[in-house]
DNA sequence: ACCTTTTTGATAGTGATATTCATATCTTAC
DNA sequence: GTAAGATATGAATATCACTATCAAAAAGGT
């Protein structure tokens, strides 16, 4: 897999369309808005939500729900994005153009932070080994509440 | 939060009733039946897979599909049974009578391999402090293939 | 520009879970 | 033990996120 860390949109995009081309399948307006969308709004978005952002800044593309699955799913196989699935709340979507990272969820306000951790990266690989397993890939998710959820609590009270 | 470890049924039926009218709940056959299939049967169950074994053990009650969802969000909700999403492979129930541990899987045949590591826990508390937050709870998943299914893709290739 | 293939948006369909509601069952007070 | 008042139940229906279908539109190689 190849590595998109830190890549500006030009060599994105070209990254794109060489996927495609590769695949026998075309660049379309949708599917480029698509991921200039996620470029351009670094954040982790839920289908739905891009969908209503990219519906509002360009309303002349008319856009469907389903095109922006469709496209999520293929711009996910080719980690060109990634993927949190938050249970409940749904699964977010965010651009593969930074290290990797797992994230640190406020499960009052929905506040995401992301952090790395060299250390557990390499105690999850160790864990695998000791049973057997070819490790592929892994899902840490760490729920808490926030500073300012807690000020909020302690006013509250 | 109580800790459940390590309970016998017992145990855990007179916590599941203390519970229950605490609440002004009701003790059913149903609920009973639920709580002591899934600690006699000390796997991972799916809603559906668990429905289909209190149907084909205890005929009689003629259970219905909704009171298995129900009486799950219940005992999760209290403490008494614990989840993991699994994604496109659905939810999972186990019964929350052993201590903490985390979870390997096998993205071939769906095997899980519990696992718990001190040292991971430690980091993890250690980076929501670090971001200011109050850690309450996480998940961590790693995915992978077990040795079984590498000896299989290995002859099949 | 033409022709073929892929993509699209609207719509309908899906599967897991939640809700509704009339009936059954449980709990408490006698 | 029974009656009264409560909650729980199963069957049916609804919901929700997502996927499949399909006719029309757009892409792109020539
Ligand atoms: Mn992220
Ligand atoms: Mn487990
Ligand atoms: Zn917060
Ligand atoms: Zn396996």
């Given at each position: 897999m190849k590595n998109f860390e830190t890549m500006s949109y030009d060599e994105l995009l070209k990254e794109f369309k060489g996927i495609l081309k590769a695949n026998a399948l075309k660049f379309t307006k949708q599917r480029e808005t698509i991921l200039s969308?996620?470029?351009?709004?670094p954040k982790h978005f839920t289908s739905e939500c891009l969908y209503l952002l990219v519906k509002q800044k360009h309303p002349e593309l008319n856009i469907g729900i389903a095109t922006v699955y469709r496209t999520l799913s293929l711009l996910?196989?080719?980690?060109?994005?990634?993927?949190?699935?938050?249970?409940?709340?749904g699964k977010k979507f965010e651009i593969a153009n930074k290290p990797h990272h797992d994230h640190l969820i406020?499960?009052?306000c929905g506040k995401i932070v992301e952090f790395e951790n060299e250390q557990i990266e390499r105690l999850q690989q160790q864990i695998a080994e000791e049973n057997g397993f070819i490790l592929t890939d892994h899902l840490m998710q760490l729920y808490g509440i926030c500073s300012e959820c807690q000020k909020k609590k302690e006013d509250g009270d």
């Open positions: 969308t996620l470029y351009n709004n996910e196989e080719n980690g060109l994005v990634s993927s949190i699935s938050l249970g409940a709340q406020c499960s009052e």
